[in-house]
């Protein structure tokens, strides 16, 4: 099945909003085996649309439609459509009794413009939208299939899940597909392909390799007519890459760094604290995220400043000597952090954010240190411009603190 995605609206032409459906629906796809073809992106014009849905109609089986189904004037997917199939658009009694119960409930009045909402033509389906307004409309006709879904993402993703997936579930009754993913931080976007790609040659299972903001991720994705075979398939090239990226493997699917980290503490029932320079608070704010309401973690500081550092318990005379972007102005910033919150792991990040040489030290340069009772840790890195380096260090300490926590009994 070929698949097109239609994402409509004229501020995603504009680059005010970044087009996020359609990485999703490009993500989704593929576990459905629906080939997606094409991408076009249009603004609120009703010609422009008009012409790309001929072009979807002519070359795709399905087609997948995002935004223009709000209440205003510029919103025109509905009636495109139904233009476009020779249907007449009316409004639905019951779609409208759903979106006056939908108003009331949230104790606002309906805008006459909503009406629009509830319009239907006679060969689609509405599907429900219990986040918004706008339901979506499942279209088939001569053989094609045209969903259309409305553009916000919270609403159109729960739609996906709930409704449209589904659906095609349904219809598209051939293989099991089935996806896993393994995330990597440490070897950049090349040489993980040039590991990784002698071990798929063949089209299947397919292999996704992707530049995440938190490192490298490889996506397997499996066909085959019984689940136990993709099954079979996925945890085969699974431990191959496991073997190959050992050491640069952090998590699967969903994990995240920070929510491994915080397990990791909680399971080994030691306290962490952080101090942080350049990254003014990214690596605390990272870790509240998942510790926040924990004993765990005790806290952070952002010292920006070699007063901050001093007043917090870094020594003078170090920094006078090393420089406090160095490693042993890392080291001193997670003892001091550790001593004075009183946890067991201290974590100390400074670095040259830039674009200007410090201290002698170039742009990209960051020195990472976990301190402890028993031992201490530390380690560089010279990240090319231009990386976003307050994420990057971010991501590395969590990554350091992983692995430092895993050594740990
Ligand atoms: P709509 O009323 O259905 O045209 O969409 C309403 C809002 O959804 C827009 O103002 C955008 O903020 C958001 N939106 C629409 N299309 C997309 C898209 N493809 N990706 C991300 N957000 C979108
Ligand atoms: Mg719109």
């Known amino acids: 099945m070929n698949a097109e995605v239609l994402s409509i609206g004229t501020e995603l032409l504009l680059g005010e909003v970044i087009d996020t459906n359609t990485s999703y629906l490009a993500a989704q796809l593929p576990l459905l085996g629906i080939n997606l073809h094409r991408v076009i992106l249009v603004g609120d014009n009703r010609e422009r649309l008009s012409e790309a ?16 189904l709000g209440p205003t004037e510029d919103d025109i997917t509905r009636e495109v459509i139904a233009e476009f199939l020779d249907e007449e658009l009316n409004v639905s009694p019951e779609l409208e009794q759903e979106l006056r119960l939908f108003f009331a409930r949230m104790g606002r009045e309906m805008s006459s413009h909503n009406i629009k909402q509830a319009t239907i033509i006679p ?30 993402p919270w609403e159109m993703q729960n739609m996906w899940v709930k409704e449209v997936m589904p659906r095609l579930q349904q219809k598209i009754q051939g293989d099991f597909i089935l996806s896993r993913t393994l995330k990597t931080f440490g070897l950049s976007e090349a040489r993980v392909n040039e590991v990784v790609s002698p071990l798929f ?42 073997e190959i990226l050992a050491k640069y493997i952090w998590g699967f699917d969903n994990d995240t760094l920070e929510g491994i980290v915080g397990e990791l503490l909680i399971e080994k029932g030691l306290t962490l604290a952080t101090m942080e320079s350049f990254t003014g608070g990214l690596l605390a704010s990272t870790l509240t995220s998942v510790l926040g309401n924990s004993s765990s973690y005790k806290g952070g500081f952002v010292a920006s400043s070699n007063e901050a550092k001093i ?67 530390t380690g560089d890195w010279n990240f090319p411009p231009p990386l976003q380096l307050n994420n990057i260090a971010t991501v590395a300490a969590l990554f350091a603190l992983r692995q430092r926590l895993l050594s740990i009994n």
């Open 53 to 68: 849905l001929h072009q979807a109609w002519k070359r795709s089986d399905i087609i997948f439609t995002s935004g223009g």
């Open 201 to 242: 040659v063949s089209a299947d299972p397919e292999l996704g390799i992707y530049a995440k903001p938190d490192g490298i991720h490889l996506r397997i994705i499996a066909r085959a007519a019984k689940r136990e075979v993709a099954e079979k398939i996925i945890a085969q090239h699974e431990a191959h890459l496991r």
């Open 311 to 377: 007043t917090l318990g870094v020594d003078t005379q170090l920094i006078r000597q090393y420089g406090s972007i160095s490693t042993e102005g890392a080291e001193a910033m997670a003892m001091a952090v550790c001593q004075r919150l009183g946890a067991d792991i201290g974590v100390g990040v400074t670095g040259v954010a830039g674009p200007d040489i410090i201290e002698g030290k170039s742009p990209g340069l960051v020195y990472i240190a976990i301190c402890g009772d028993r031992e201490k840790w």
């Open 123 to 152: 060969s689609a389906r509405a599907i429900p939208n219990p986040r918004g307004t706008a339901p979506g409309w499942w279209i088939e006709k001569e053989k094609k299939i045209i969903v259309a879904m409305p553009g916000p």
